[in-house]
């Protein structure tokens, strides 16, 4: 039988998608409900952290507690990985002693590599190219506040980052415009750009990017591993500051979406994230749902 992973949103079909974001929100309601839903008794997630987090880290091993399994969180002082051990190596035996892998790394080639040799589910928790994980719990809190993204335009200020990435990969998928405004030099990748076509535009001014928008992101200037660049990415990136002046150019329905962890007063004023139509707490949780869901589908036939 062939192992299903998950290390982008490509690797889903848009029916598939779709049925996660819905599973995601019933799960949800079963936990408002108080409902005791385990599934994954005896079922082990090891999660390999190269990257630090608290969202994905307490999302994943939360979720796996709720759906009656256990996770196994592993530093790189946990593993053999960070003595230089080959990662196929680490991926054969591994993956005979848990039932799925989620990742959370640099190189996107390490999941990738990983994936090749395991026999079971490999989940990409964070690459330096894509954050698909994240982008399952924004289209389930857009579906639960607005109903249908289809046809919606979405607006993402920044940097041309892993989640930009995987938001122009969530635009092929779930049938939504999406326009991209970051400064020059910051543009994402151009492979991305060109798989998706029409459905991406590409702009300089955030204002003339936000009018008419039903949902507007951002990210923080510099992520983890650029913290050299951050006096230059400050300079370039002021005008790009999501404020709710900005919003107000946007569709009166707009909502507003960050991944967190915020740099208020940078990326984002601190006005907007206290707005009525932010809904980054909501956003965040959904990690754990979405993710509940996404775990039962690659690990239950």
Not at 28 to 50: A, D
Not at 98 to 104: F, L, P, Q, T
Not at 240 to 256: G, H
Request: aromatic share 6%; charged share 20%; net charge negative.
């Amino acid at each position: 039988m062939t192992v299903r992973h998950f290390l982008s949103l490509m690797d889903c079909t848009p029916a598939e998608l779709a049925g996660l974001l819905k599973r995601g929100i019933e799960l949800k309601s079963l936990h408002q409900q108080g409902v005791i839903y385990e599934p994954l008794k005896n079922r082990v997630l090891g999660m390999i952290f190269e990257k630090a987090s608290t969202r994905t880290r307490v999302s994943f091993e939360a979720g796996m507690i709720q759906l009656g399994g256990q996770a196994i969180f592993l530093s790189p002082r946990d593993t053999q990985l960070g003595r230089g051990e080959p990662i196929e190596d680490s991926a054969r035996v591994l993956s005979r002693m848990c039932d799925a892998v989620m990742i959370r790394t640099f190189a996107h080639s390490t999941l990738d590599t990983f994936a090749a040799q395991s026999q079971v589910p490999v989940i990409n928790g964070l690459s330096d190219d894509l954050h698909p994980c994240q982008l399952l719990a924004d289209m389930q809190t857009f579906l639960e506040h607005r109903g249908s993204i289809k046809d919606k335009v979405v607006v993402w200020i920044g940097d041309g980052n892993n989640m930009c990435n995987s938001y122009i990969q969530a635009a092929m998928q779930f049938d939504f415009q999406l326009r991209i405004a970051c400064p020059e030099g910051y543009d994402p990748d151009p492979a991305f750009l060109e798989q998706a076509g029409g459905r991406v535009t590409l702009l300089r001014d955030p204002n003339e990017a936000v009018a008419g928008a039903h949902l507007v992101c951002t990210d923080v200037w510099a992520s983890m591993g650029q913290e050299e660049e951050a006096q230059a990415r400050m300079q370039s990136f002021a005008p790009y500051q999501v404020t709710p002046a900005m919003l107000d150019r946007a569709d009166e329905s707009v909502i507003f979406m960050h991944c967190l962890p915020a740099h208020r007063g940078e990326e984002v004023s601190a006005a907007l994230m206290e707005d009525p139509r932010s809904v980054v707490w909501d956003q965040a949780e959904n990690r754990l749902h979405a993710q509940k869901a996404l775990v039962e589908f690659l690990l239950i036939d």
